[in-house]
């Protein structure tokens, strides 16, 4: 896992990043921030049989395969299509480019990373988004690699969901948390109430500094 920040491919991952943004606030799961989710939620009207959950892909920036990651990137973009097929295809030479020229130096060896995209390299938040986009379902919301969804089915056919959604060709796994009650996504906590969703910010559980009282004395003749 390697930063780009800063690498000779910066200023291309840049200007990829530019171009890409606007195709990924169109996805239909796209979600901004938690101000939006707690927008979409609070409009539901939600059936207490239905079951809330969220999941979270587990280190998705290292595992997305480079020619999984450039198909999907090109299927979303041809999707839109607001882009010329010319383009297009100049942005997945682009990328392939990048991915698979991502050499870094540690302790005195050279090394090329074969899977997955740098954290700090520019565009990897959309491109990132742009392979998610193939897991879109009528209520399920994504915040990059953060899902939140409702269920309307039974615990059994859901955890036959949960089971299948890790069997899958994107090397992608996914770790889920399911309730009839609340969940936390993102800094949000979820609450169902009366035929809807309570949205209240998380306070998550954090250390706690210690504090002491400092005593200063003053001794005389400056000692």
């Not at 796209?30 to 927008?39: A, M, P, R």
């Not at 059936?47 to 280190?59: A, E, R």
């Not at 870094?104 to 392979?131: D, K, V």
């Not at 996504?185 to 400092?214: A, H, M, P, R």
Request: charged share 15%; aromatic share 12%; proline share 2%.
């Amino acid at each position: 896992m390697v930063s780009g920040i800063g690498s000779i491919t910066a200023n291309l991952s840049e200007y990829i990043d530019k171009i890409l943004q606007p195709t990924v606030r169109n996805i239909s799961s796209y979600i901004k921030d938690t101000t939006q989710v707690n927008e979409i939620l609070e409009g539901i009207n939600y059936n207490p049989n239905w079951i809330i959950g969220t999941l979270d892909v587990q280190s998705l920036y290292t595992a997305i395969e480079h020619q999984s990651g450039i198909q999907s990137m090109s299927k979303q973009l041809q999707k839109e299509g607001d882009i010329p097929i010319q383009q297009i295809e100049y942005l997945t030479e682009c990328v392939s480019f990048i991915l698979n020229n991502n050499y870094f130096y540690y302790e005195s060896g050279i090394f090329l990373q074969i899977l997955g995209t740098a954290m700090g390299t520019r565009f990897a938040p959309s491109y990132a988004n742009l392979f998610m986009a193939q897991w879109d379902l009528v209520l399920w919301r994504r915040y990059i690699d953060d899902v939140v969804f409702i269920w309307k089915g039974d615990k059994i056919t859901l955890n036959t969901f949960l089971k299948e959604i890790n069997n899958n060709q994107y090397n992608l796994h996914f770790t889920a948390t399911i309730s009839q009650e609340s969940i936390v996504f993102l800094d949000l906590e979820i609450l169902v109430g009366n035929n809807n969703l309570i949205c209240k910010t998380d306070q998550k559980d954090v250390s706690k500094n210690d504090y002491f009282v400092l005593t200063v004395v003053t001794y005389p003749n400056g000692c």
